[in-house]
């Protein structure tokens, strides 16, 4: 079967330069697309836990919120990639990324509803979380298209370099959004009004969405041919997973996030409710790491055409379990800045496009949206396992040695070790690469370079010093 009329470019045969020129098009419609999205994750997903502890959620609806999304949203994408075999993907992306976006509306209803007092708690919280995991699955439903539809417009040797300065640019839209989000919502607070505040975000986020949406009508779609013998089972992938590549990395990547998943819902829980953090320090704690991922990615996408993306995995593999770790020593925002938020963008910044561009490298164009649908399943039910058992936790765990909070991070931060030093040297790099004889000589240039650029900067800006050492000449 071949992918139906994506664009109306496809009705007639073009040129291979014409091909090239309207990739590049769409590449950068790809990024004007990503910081509208953005808009709509800095001022409404990144606030969706505040929103329901607002709403009163106990722990362990904290943790349903983030298990249900993570598992039916991630369930799916299973549907989105047989969709595939049937609508275009510009069909498919465009109509479940507007659906998407008008969800926002059914969530911001809530808060009113319940300030009419026509929702207790209860049912507020569980409408979130029902209408949370729809807005999910339409999310979903359009995640193996675009993966798929990225896959054919990114340059092959130059994904890496491509992918960071998507990811760059975006994540510095959605760091700014989240920021003026906080002082926005602080002021709303001191007014009385804070869930009037988050009505107000959702709608900025349900325009956002919707102007994504509006992008992808402009894109290049290239025709993908799909035929019944690119399809294979949910349950065929299972069964010959531990005996390949890509299944392995899938199996760890899934093994990971149950560990990731325990502890990830009430680092929010954890600031707001134990350390009483003002929506500003919240979210200026969350956005360090935003930022530091903006600065590190670059870098990683360029170790990561030069040297591999398993290189990538294992550099994220060796940062990612100590996170968690440093937030049992402090609850102190400056100092969770310049540790464990530093080490999350670093670290995450890494992992993330290391794993994502792995995929692209170990599965063909035909059957991108299959395997990352299959790849989202597992994670899907990874992060279903990992929220629901540290909600009970946090629910229903009582220690008389420690805070239940730091207790769940030291499991995870362990959880993650032990999988990333059992299970990722199964991994084997899928392309050709350079030796990494100096990879390590170019990870520490990248990690001194800062302090090298402050130190002259410093001596710049003190006349004082050069004079004397001048004098002393």
Partial sequence: ?????????????????????????????SIVEGSFASVSNGAGEQYLVPYALALNANNAQVGFLSSFVGFIGASSQILGSKLMFKYSRKKLIVTFVFLQAAMWLVVLSLGLLYLKGALNSFYAVTLLILFYTIYSVFGSLAGPPWFSLLGDLAPEKGRGKYFSKRNRINGSVAMIAALIASFFLDYMKELGLVIIGFVILFAISCLGRFLSGFIFTKHYYPKLEMKKEHYFSFRQFIKKAPGNNYGKFVIFVGMMNIFVHFSGPFFTVYMLEELHYSYLWFTLVNLAGSLFTILSIPFWGEIGDRYGNRTLLVIGSLIVPIIPIFWLFSGNPIYLILTAQLASGIGWAAFNLGASNFIYDSVTPQRRGLCVSYYNMINGISIFIGAMAGGLVAQYVHLSFMNVFLFIFLISGIGRAIVSLTMLRKIKEVRTIEKSENLFGEINLFMTKPLQHFFRGAYAIVPEVRKKEVKNK
């Fill in 1 to 29: 079967m071949i992918d139906k009329n994506d664009s109306a470019d496809l009705e007639k045969e073009i040129s291979p330069d014409e091909h090239e020129r309207l990739k590049k098009k769409s590449l950068n419609y």
